[in-house]
């Protein structure tokens, strides 16, 4: 482990059941990394993402944030969790909070911040994704990718040291994709540490600074994009992508 | 009817003693519950396990024995003095029974209310470094409220219409001047039924409307 390494996964391994979902996964993120999670549905690359936010329980192994591992529970738990910040496949913003709302509460009940610091906080951020001009309104009321790009707000205003997507554009409309993928390459040339699951290999070539490919819960191969996709050494990894580029 | 119109002054009163008893007890109810909620589904198992023995056993109990329990038992025989006034007394040892009653159908209630919203909000609520509280007050909660808020202004009439039961720890509220009356009056035995029963549907007609008026208007859209 380098002094850089901000998230790293050591012997991590997690079963459903007799379903082993995660079998003895290693993966240091660097700081200011951004780490794109790719491979078949049931590889375990949300079970993966969701436990870096301990949201998911492991077996064994450990999880370690900036140097600190995860704890089972309690206020030191809460605390790592607010220093990364996470994006689901469904927004999940809440639904009885405006827009504005939103990206204020983190901010207000977590980090302590004055209501005032907080709303120029979240306009500002709001502005940034696109979404200034819907602040009062409600979640139900905007598109997916609309929803989408506050969920990436609420985050940022946490001051998050690294953020996870977990398949953040899979639940939307194809024609609102872009408009989300857009403000997370941005997002990743301004620094952002990132660990991103998804089925955009676009996104993938372009923002990635490393690609990992998981398949049975296992990491079976990861690299640049560039050589991922151009030369995947695994047979796993090959028919997989043959699979997804060939149409 | 000459009875009714005679005695108008001591029916309000008693009347109103309804009100405060069901306004009292609610509010307890409200809180107690919302508590109970809470405790059931607390991280620890002790607590949980505790919720839910007393909501299986003061929702599965005749409120008649709670109230009875509560008046001759905690009031008579442990000797609880909520007050040096009688009267008094027996009042907050009624809203105490009701409070206990009623609370375990307002957790039932919630808990309902709670499963309707989606695992994601909660989930979120967490990454974002809230706690198990803060989660359960600022963001489940909430939600779980306004998908409830039919079936608790149902919870309401029902109260409104138990503290009837109040008599047996001896609250002066309506039904007791009602049996007063009918023992003065016996001639006007019908009239006096009517004239008490208006009475409660006219206390109960616009809380069901209120509440579903308000469970439209608060409903969280998805």
Redesign the interface.
């Known amino acids: 482990m380098t002094q850089a390494d901000l998230i790293v996964l050591d012997q991590v391994n997690k079963r459903f059941g007799d379903h082993h979902v995660l079998r003895d996964v290693n993966l240091s993120v660097r700081q200011g990394e951004v780490v794109v999670v790719i491979g078949p549905s049931g590889a375990g690359k949300s079970t993966l993402c969701r436990a870096i ?1 301990r ?1 998911e329980t492991i077996d064994s192994g450990t999880i370690s944030l900036d140097g600190t591992p995860l704890p089972a ?1 309690g ?1 030191e738990l ?2 790592l ?6 994006v ?1 496949q ?1 927004f ?5 909070k405006t827009v504005l709302d939103n990206v204020v ?2 901010q207000v ?2 980090l302590k911040r004055s209501k005032d610091a907080a709303v120029r906080k979240a306009r500002e951020l709001l502005d940034r994704v696109g979404i200034g001009g819907q602040a009062g309104k ?1 979640p ?2 905007l598109s997916g990718g609309q929803q989408q790009r506050v ?1 990436i707000a ?1 985050a940022l205003a ?1 001051d998050p040291k690294a953020i996870l997507f977990d398949e953040p554009t899979s639940a939307l409309d194809p024609e609102m994709v872009n408009e989300v993928l857009e403000v997370m390459t941005a997002l990743a040339r301004e620094g952002m540490t990132m660990v991103v699951v998804t089925h955009e290999m676009g996104f993938a070539r372009r923002a990635a600074d490393r690609v990992v490919f998981m398949a049975d819960g296992e990491i079976v191969e990861q690299n640049v994009p560039d050589a991922f996709f151009g030369a995947p050494s695994s047979d796993r990894a090959q028919s997989f992508l043959a699979k997804i580029l060939t149409h | 009817m000459e009875a009714l119109l005679t005695e108008g002054g001591t029916i309000l009163a008693a009347f109103w003693m309804t009100v405060r008893l069901t306004a009292v007890s609610a509010l307890g109810s409200l809180v107690l519950g919302t508590l109970l909620t809470a405790m059931r589904v607390a991280p620890l198992a002790s607590l949980r396990a505790t919720a839910t023995a007393y909501v299986t056993v003061a929702r599965n109990t005749p409120l008649t024995l709670v109230l009875l329990f509560t008046g001759l038992g905690i009031g008579a025989n442990l000797g609880l003095e909520l007050s040096d006034d009688i009267a008094t007394n027996n009042f907050w040892l009624a809203v105490i029974g009701l409070t206990a009653y009623t609370s375990a159908f307002v957790c039932e209630a919630l808990r309902s209310g709670l499963n309707t919203v989606p695992v994601g909000q909660a989930e979120a609520a967490r990454s974002l470094g809230l706690g198990f509280v803060k989660t359960l007050a600022l963001i489940t909660l909430p939600q779980a409220f306004r998908a409830v808020v039919a079936p608790l202004g149902s919870l309401l009439i029902a109260l409104t219409k138990n503290t009837t039961i109040a008599l047996v720890v001896g609250v002066a509220e309506a039904s007791v001047r009602m049996r007063e009356m009918i023992e003065t009056y016996g001639d006007q035995v019908i009239e006096i039924f009517l004239g008490f029963a208006a009475g409660f549907v006219l206390l109960c007609l616009p809380m069901g409307l209120l509440f579903g008026w308000l469970s439209k208007r608060m409903a969280v859209a998805r």
């Open positions: 936010n949201l529970e206020k809460a605390r969790r607010a220093e990364v910040g996470m689901f469904s999940n913003l809440f639904a009885h509460l983190g009940h977590v409600f139900a009321q969920a609420r946490m």
